[in-house]
């Protein structure tokens, strides 16, 4: 169940409107790491946890302040917007607001479908997907993928800071960058936690038996690459931070196979192979009479 209280968790109001800015934050809104994102990510990882208690009370309250996120950078895109004249870009756009948009580095949209209000869209206009949204019931790998979300969103905000010089715009930045910070934390402590009271362990998932892997490669670093300096990392000699086994560097893999023969196949979907084509049609009337896929 959801109420809606009508006041913003932050005061902030931009200095002057701005609708090229306003296509900018669009990026925290509606992007892939936007405050959209981690709203929903968040939410679906409560809805689909089977561990009562603290975590998922974590999940649904972190959730439910990103909700209000969207709420706030909705209202500032909004307010930047107002009274902004599109195809105020020079005389010789001004009789064309659509151009003047496109010039002017504005979304046209915003005023076009939008009326003058947030998109659910990032800075270039590309629609928000499900498909951003990492739920997958386990909390170490979810917990994992909710800090580098913040990163990645922290660091977008931090990069918008210093694309403006308004005041207001920079309140309200200066606290999303403020609450990322807090939210990095909790979900890393929260990810130490699982750890630590033996919910969850690495590798993910830990409860599925290593000796069902090819362990003879499991801590191998396979370098592929002509760069020499990684063997030098901590990720390519040393104890694993799994704690279940020694890294080990190689030049290349240590392990090969013989190429097999390329596929055949049914001669109905007409690919081209060593086959002459009358035997693949005889081969396609066949099967057809036989009615067999």
């Known amino acids: 169940m959801f109420f809606h209280k009508q006041e913003l968790q932050f005061k902030s109001k931009p200095d002057k409107p701005d609708a090229v800015y306003a296509r900018k934050l669009q990026e925290v809104l509606g992007g892939q790491y936007g405050e959209i994102t981690v709203a929903m990510q968040y939410m679906f990882q ?133 609450r990322d910070t807090m939210h990095q934390n909790q979900w890393l402590a929260a990810a130490k936690e699982i750890q630590e009271e033996g919910l969850e362990l690495l590798p993910v998932p830990s409860n599925f038996p290593q000796k069902l892997e090819a362990t003879e490669v499991s801590y191998q670093y396979l370098n592929f690459s002509d760069g020499a300096t990684a063997s030098e990392g901590s990720w390519a000699s040393g104890p694993t931070p799994d704690g279940n086994g020694t890294f080990s560097y190689h030049d290349g893999p240590t392990t090969t196979a013989p190429m097999p023969p390329p596929t055949t196949p049914d001669p109905r979907l007409y690919g081209t192979s060593g086959v002459p084509n009358k035997v693949e049609k005889v081969k396609s009337t066949v099967k057809d009479a036989l009615h067999r896929e």
């Open 46 to 178: 409560g809805w689909n946890m089977h561990l009562p208690g603290k975590y998922r009370d974590l999940v649904f309250g972190i959730a439910s302040e990103e909700i209000g996120h969207v709420e706030m950078l909705a209202t500032m895109i909004a307010q930047l917007l107002e009274d902004d004249p599109i195809g105020a870009t020079g005389k010789a756009v001004q009789d064309d607001p659509t151009i003047a948009a496109v010039v002017g580095g504005q979304d046209v949209q915003h005023a076009i479908v939008a009326g003058a209000g947030a998109r659910l869209v990032d800075s270039n206009g590309n629609p928000w997907q499900g498909s951003y949204v990492t739920a997958s019931g386990n909390l170490l790998a979810d917990f994992t993928a909710n800090a580098n979300a913040e990163m990645q969103g922290r660091l977008q905000v931090a990069r918008l800071y210093h694309m403006t010089a308004d005041k207001g715009v920079r309140d309200l930045l200066s606290f999303l960058l403020a």
